[in-house]
């Protein structure tokens, strides 16, 4: 696509706005694009209701979801897209419900993968095949997840690139800490391969007195969260674990830690840590996916293995009456971020793909 005068028009397709690092991300990145050539939209196939929806209006980004049967439904999208000039998907499985459509509005289509998994079952083998030929790029939030995908399906001769992800930089105003205390924050979806028990495992770990100098904060919702509130009642019932289900207020959830945990057995470039991040706040994360890649050991944060609480909890041992190694290591994050991260690069990278 050559450049034009006129704004290019852009529908972000997204699986659904609640809470998630993706969505985030896509809200960020249409708010920096509206400083471009660019014209963006988010087209949710979630339902009017969800929690981000709101988020997209304030932030004066046109956003259109449809809680209509699924042909009614079907057919809205249909007719809505025909007024775009680029189709960018941000999930497989919202890839799959365009797939009957996409021949049909013959536009340019990016589909960005946000996480590492390959989807390699049968089924998205067969399905990623076949709708090769209607992608124009692939992109991905990782070398990892580039690296998997492609080790799985292929695609050779689709235009591939790796385009981080990145966060507006505007520090939320800190609540000052209690008392001393640490609170240690872990923000996501409540699902297995994020491990959650695992802080508290670690946190379990603690000699009594320094259990007293924490408190734990859970930000999320999801299939795994009453096996977690189980895990809390049975075993660590006297540690200040507080959960705060779906959140949609960053400065609710930045503004009052101290230390982010991030216990997943994998990655992408987790948006979460981004945002921590940004926000001053030191990480503690787990050594896989595109971790490492912000998470610079000892530098802007520290790393362990996969299911390691032991080493998760030596870790948290050494913060609790170390504040000021608190401070330093969170302002080392923030500026990192500021020099490697800005959404305006991730919203230029995209629009090269937009033009070309």
């Given at each position: 696509m050559k450049q034009k005068n006129y704004p290019i028009k852009v529908a972000h397709i997204i699986g659904s706005l609640n809470i998630g690092g993706a969505e985030r991300f896509i809200i960020d990145l249409s708010v920096a694009q509206k400083e471009l050539n660019i014209k963006p939209a988010i087209i949710s196939l979630g339902n009017p209701d969800d929690t981000?929806?709101?988020?997209?209006?304030?932030?004066?980004?046109?956003?259109?979801?449809?809680?209509?049967?699924?042909?009614?439904?079907?057919?809205r999208?249909?007719?809505?897209?025909?007024?775009?000039?680029?189709i960018h998907v941000h999930s497989p499985h919202a890839l799959k419900y365009l797939r009957l459509f996409l021949p049909?509005?013959?536009?340019?289509?990016?589909?960005?993968?946000?996480?590492?998994?390959?989807?390699?079952?049968?089924?998205?083998?067969k399905f990623h095949k076949k709708i090769k030929k209607l992608v124009s790029a692939i992109t991905f939030v990782s070398q990892e997840g580039k690296y998997n995908f492609h080790q799985a399906h292929?695609?050779?001769?689709?235009?591939?690139?790796?385009v981080d992800n990145g966060v507006l930089i505007e520090p939320v105003k800190k609540v000052p800490d209690n008392n001393g205390i640490l609170r240690i924050g872990s923000v996501?979806?409540?699902?297995?391969?994020?491990?959650?028990?695992?802080?508290?495992?670690?946190?379990?770990?603690l000699p009594a007195t320094l259990q007293r100098g924490v408190e734990v904060h859970f930000f999320g919702d999801g299939r795994s969260l009453a096996d977690?509130?189980?895990?809390?009642?049975?075993?660590?019932?006297?540690?200040?674990?507080?959960?705060?289900?779906?959140?949609?207020?960053r400065e609710l959830i930045y503004s009052s830690l101290d230390l982010l945990v991030v216990t997943s057995e994998t990655e992408g470039l987790s948006m979460v840590i981004i945002e921590a991040?940004?926000?001053?706040?030191?990480?503690?994360?787990?050594?896989?996916?595109g971790n490492p890649r912000l998470v610079k050991h000892k530098k802007t944060g520290w790393l362990f293995e996969y299911d390691d609480d032991e080493t998760l909890a030596e870790q948290i041992m050494n913060l609790i009456d170390n504040?000021?190694?608190?401070?330093?290591?969170?302002?080392?994050?923030l500026s990192y971020i500021r020099d490697n991260f800005s959404i305006k690069a991730s919203a230029k990278k995209y629009q090269n793909l937009y033009e070309r």
């Open positions: 981000l929806v709101s988020v997209c209006k304030a932030k004066n980004i046109a956003v259109a979801s449809y809680s209509s049967r699924s042909y009614i439904k079907l057919c999208v249909f007719i809505v897209l025909l007024k775009f000039d680029v049909l509005l013959k536009k340019k289509v990016i589909y960005t993968r946000h996480g590492a998994s390959p989807y390699s079952t049968d089924y998205w083998l292929g695609w050779k001769n689709v235009t591939s690139v790796v996501g979806r409540v699902i297995p391969l994020k491990n959650q028990t695992g802080l508290l495992k670690a946190v379990q770990r977690l509130k189980t895990f809390y009642k049975v075993q660590t019932p006297d540690l200040a674990v507080t959960f705060h289900g779906m959140v949609s207020d991040m940004a926000n001053s706040i030191p990480v503690i994360a787990t050594n896989v996916g504040r000021e190694l608190v401070d330093e290591i969170g302002a080392n994050a």
